[in-house]
């Protein structure tokens, strides 16, 4: 007979807060196992301890015990070439035991290394990364004008992260734009609700709506509780939303998961550095009797992946939106000495069919686009700088497409300021208080910017949203 496993603990993909934790994992199975004593090989330490001994006693820098202990750990771990093993300090490590509690301060966005960039994976729902347009795969080159080339990515988070209401300047690489960002984001609290629940009428059915922000201590219970309520009031399908979530803790996943995935098949499997495989399953004896499907975009990793790759694989349910961002390996903490911690891939995990999907992602069973002006860029101006008519460049083009978007025709999205596009930015000035000039100066492309952020939260252009909807009741 099959014995079905359940997970101590594997927690996924945190987020940048006031401590700067970072796409992180831990995986313990049921006898905490998994991991080597550290007593257990050391042979070829005497060469570290010497040179540790050599530097401290007569390097010129007079420099610090810790310091070179830190120093060493970190080095071990650059050999590795994985951006998901590090060294927390002390006070990482207590940032990381507030987040687990989701009680932090930071700019609210998850960031990984990836190709040696550091790189968003998602801002959090109503954060400050979210408000100031951070994206998923943002790459952030520079903190308040200093290079974060050659840091690993705790050095650089430690950079990012800062107090309340304090402010912080990137300079962010977008992917299909040309010109370097300068984004600032006003630190504060980060939002702790992770679940939102809404009903939508479709065709005269009633369709519920779950959306997870992340997977914290709190979150299966909250899903839980507004899942009852919405069966309660007798919603006939429903769509889970983990669009934009990072992840989170995957105990809470495996327990979202009780609710629709029978037992027939794995949810998870975990592979080991050897090739062997372990599997986990529910014990859920039957499905809803109602559709279910869910949204993923690239903004969903590591516990948002592991969901969607079991409700489609485990529960054959459908997947609508984006390709997913790709994070497919596990991680193990382990204590050290003075509060730190090192954190170590030591597994693959791998979907109920068994792939990888490692820098791949979940691609959707139905691909859908959000309108063009969603993946519109922030237009920054040199000082005195202006856009106007005859201009061509692809400032210009953004600023079309953003006009689009709001319902102000330009006639033409390829970046020539043409006279249509003057009509419609003088429209779109007069329409908001501003002088009707027909050029834009920074004041307009702000206020574009926030209009546009406005229109992408009210979801009433929701392209995603409104396909899963549909296909919860299309057979």
């Known amino acids: 007979m ?29 006898k905490g196992t998994g991991i080597q004593s550290a007593s257990e090989d050391t042979s ?76 968003i994976v998602a801002p959090i729902k109503d954060s400050p990364a979210e408000d100031a347009g951070l994206r998923p795969n943002d790459q952030v080159l520079e903190v308040d004008g200093d290079s974060l080339q050659g840091l690993d990515l705790q050095e650089a988070v430690n950079k990012i992260r800062g107090e309340k209401g304090t402010t912080v300047t990137l300079s962010v690489k977008r992917p299909g734009v040309s010109e370097e960002l300068k984004i600032d984001v006003t630190r504060d609290e980060i939002p702790v609700e992770t679940v939102y629940a ?55 996943v495996e327990d979202i998961l009780k609710n ?10 975990i592979e080991d550095k050897n090739g062997e495989k372990q599997k986990f399953y529910t014990e859920l004896k039957e499905k809803k009797d109602y559709p279910i499907n869910v949204l993923i975009d690239e903004g969903s990793a ?20 984006k390709t997913t961002f790709g994070k497919g390996t596990v991680q193990q903490t382990v204590p050290l000495e003075n509060e730190s911690m090192l954190k170590l891939t030591l597994y693959k995990w791998l979907t109920p069919n068994g792939d990888w999907i490692h820098e791949k992602g979940i691609k959707p069973t139905v691909e859908v686009n959000q309108p063009e002006y969603f993946y519109s860029s922030p237009i920054q101006l040199d000082e005195n700088e202006k856009l106007a008519f005859n201009d061509n460049n692809d400032k210009i083009k953004n600023l079309q497409i953003m006009l689009d978007g709001l319902g102000y025709d330009p006639s033409r999205k390829d970046g020539y300021f043409n006279e249509k596009t003057e009509t419609a930015v003088k429209q779109f000035q007069q329409d908001n208080d501003l002088q009707g000039t027909g050029e834009v100066d920074q004041e307009t492309a702000d206020l574009l910017q926030t209009k546009i952020i406005e229109q992408v939260r009210d979801g009433k252009h929701d392209n995603q949203m409104d396909k899963a909807l549909q296909e919860l009741f299309a057979n």
């Not at 070179?68 to 990381?96: N, V």
């Not at 590591?302 to 939106?321: F, K, P, T, V």
């Open 302 to 321: 590591s516990a948002s992946e592991i969901l969607a790759g079991a409700m489609n694989q485990a529960g054959d349910y459908e997947l609508i939106g």
């Open 198 to 252: 809404d009903t939508k009428e479709v065709d005269g059915k009633k369709a519920g709506v779950l959306e997870i922000t992340s997977f914290s201590e709190s979150t299966a219970d909250e899903f839980k509780t507004a899942l009852d309520k919405l069966e309660q009031e007798g919603i006939e399908g429903l769509t889970i939303d983990v669009r934009g979530n990072p992840g989170g803790i995957l105990t809470t």
């Open 44 to 119: 070829g330490l005497t060469e570290v301890e010497n040179a540790y001994q050599l530097i401290k006693d007569n390097a010129l820098a007079k420099p610090d015990a810790q310091q070179l202990q830190d120093g060493a750990i970190q080095g071990m771990l650059e050999t590795l070439d994985d951006p998901y093993s590090s060294f927390l300090d002390e006070e990482s490590s207590t940032q990381l035991n507030q987040q687990l509690e989701s009680s932090f301060e930071g700019i609210g966005a998850e960031v990984s290394m990836v190709d040696k960039q550091v790189t």
């Open 260 to 269: 629709f995935v029978p037992s027939d098949k794995p949810y998870l499997q």
């Open 2 to 30: 099959r014995k079905a496993t359940s997970i101590i603990a594997i927690i996924v993909a945190l987020v940048v807060g006031a401590g700067g934790s970072y796409a992180f994992t831990s995986y313990v199975d049921k």
